[in-house]
């Protein structure tokens, strides 16, 4: 069995996440799902709304990207997620994780009228945020 899937996460502008991950989780259409090394193949659709997918890189760190809209496409050969738009959050100093939080509340903003759904989804990467 593989010990590790090979994830990438492209958007209209480019791509955004491109490695290989122990694991995925992502907001699927029919809810929350998980992808593992090995999984079965499957096209579907992300979300409608905005949603978190958080990544286990293949060191065991985690990684979050806000996503809206798209699909997931799992294959033998690796697992793609095609997003409408997407912000990965994080960086190598606080200033490039403060900048990548208000491009993900500038992103939340312009497509959501969801107010709890927009305020769930900032505080899963708030508080992700303050334990990178």
Partial sequence: MKEFLLLDIVTPEGMIFSGEVKSVQLPGITGEMGILPGHASLLTGLKDKSGVVEIVDKDGKKQLVLVND???????????????????????????????????????????????????????????????
């Fill in 70 to 132: 798209g699909f997931l496409e799992v294959t033998e050969e690796k697992t793609t997620i095609l997003a409408t738009q997407a912000v990965a959050i994080g960086g190598d100093s606080e200033s490039a994780v403060a900048k990548s939080l208000q491009r993900a509340k500038d992103m939340l903003a312009s497509i959501s009228s969801d107010a709890a759904n927009s305020a769930a989804i900032m505080a899963r990467v708030d508080e992700f945020a303050r334990q990178s």
